[in-house]
């Protein structure tokens, strides 16, 4: 039996031809399994263009994403990693104050910045009312700290800090 559909599998000759992709009578040969479009083609995703990493970034999909992703980590982010607060801002007079009693065993300076540790905790010299310590807890205490040397130069200060920390 023959299915009739090529001739090369014995079905009858009925005088067409087929002449390279046109029969004889002029139609278009039906698409088969070896070209690239039709129903029984079975090139796959060939066909789809492929898309590079410009024009995914040339999308408003692309970007509207990127910005929700970039304000939700605005969010998020402080919640994950608060910030500490365990050093405190003290005055200069302060400062000065603990390293003529000597409880300053280490300090940083960069610019007019200052920064260092106590030997011994001490609290904060200038507490703030909005933060009250609740009733019955001690105030907090620090040993890290940070102060600003005034605009005016203070001679006396690095033959102190020598004295003492050497």
């Known amino acids: 039996m023959s299915d ?21 009578d002029g139609r278009p040969r039906p698409p088969g399994p ?16 492929s898309t590079s990493w ?7 999909r692309f970007w509207m994403m990127l910005l929700i992703l970039l304000v939700l980590n ?6 994950l990693f608060p910030e500490t607060n365990d050093r405190v801002t ?12 000597g409880n300053v065993s ?3 300076s960069r610019g007019e910045d200052i920064q260092g540790l106590f030997k011994q905790a001490v609290a904060d010299p200038n507490p703030t009312p909005a933060t009250p310590t609740p009733a019955g ?6 040993t890290k700290f940070a102060t600003i040397k005034p605009a005016f130069d203070d001679a006396d200060l690095l033959p102190l800090l020598s004295a003492i920390m050497w």
């Open 74 to 79: 605005w969010f998020v982010a402080p919640l």
């Open 137 to 142: 807890q001690a105030a907090p205490t620090y």
């Open 34 to 49: 070896e070209e690239k479009h039709g129903a029984t083609a079975t090139s796959g995703d060939r066909d789809r263009p």
């Open 54 to 60: 410009l024009d995914t970034f040339k999308t408003p």
């Open 106 to 108: 280490e300090i940083t």
């Open 90 to 101: 003290v005055p200069y007079t302060f400062f000065k104050q603990q390293v003529v009693a």
């Open 4 to 24: 009739m559909r090529n001739g090369d599998r014995g079905a009858p000759d009925n005088g067409r031809r087929v002449i390279g992709d046109k029969q004889a």
